[in-house]
């Protein structure tokens, strides 16, 4: 009776590994799609920013030879007064406080 008895607490011990390691595997497997999932999101995020920092390195390269040039004073003037707030010293600006225009 005692071999039949040992020979029980050796099957759930087995059994009690076994699932053990089936649920290891599991988490194992799950996780492996959860960070393929991120892999994945992260090389379009990736390939999108690339995408946008070439755009901004064509429209650099277009204003660095824009003002190289100084063809366009026109255009430099302007953006020197919306981006800057900057003005020539001959120059007054009145501001209508009134909110009329």
Do not use: W
């Amino acid at each position: 009776m005692a071999v039949k008895s040992m020979k029980t607490k050796k099957n759930k011990i087995n059994r009690i590994v076994n699932v053990a390691i089936i649920a290891l595997i599991g988490y194992v497997v799950v996780s492996l799609f959860v960070l393929q999932a991120d892999i994945s999101s992260r090389r379009r995020q990736l390939s999108a920013l690339e995408a946008q920092c070439q755009e901004q390195e064509i429209e650099n390269q277009e204003l660095d030879s824009m003002i190289e040039e100084g063809s366009d004073f026109d255009y430099i003037v302007k953006m020197a007064r919306a981006k800057l707030g900057l003005v020539f010293p001959e120059e007054h600006i009145f501001y209508d406080a009134s909110g009329n225009q």
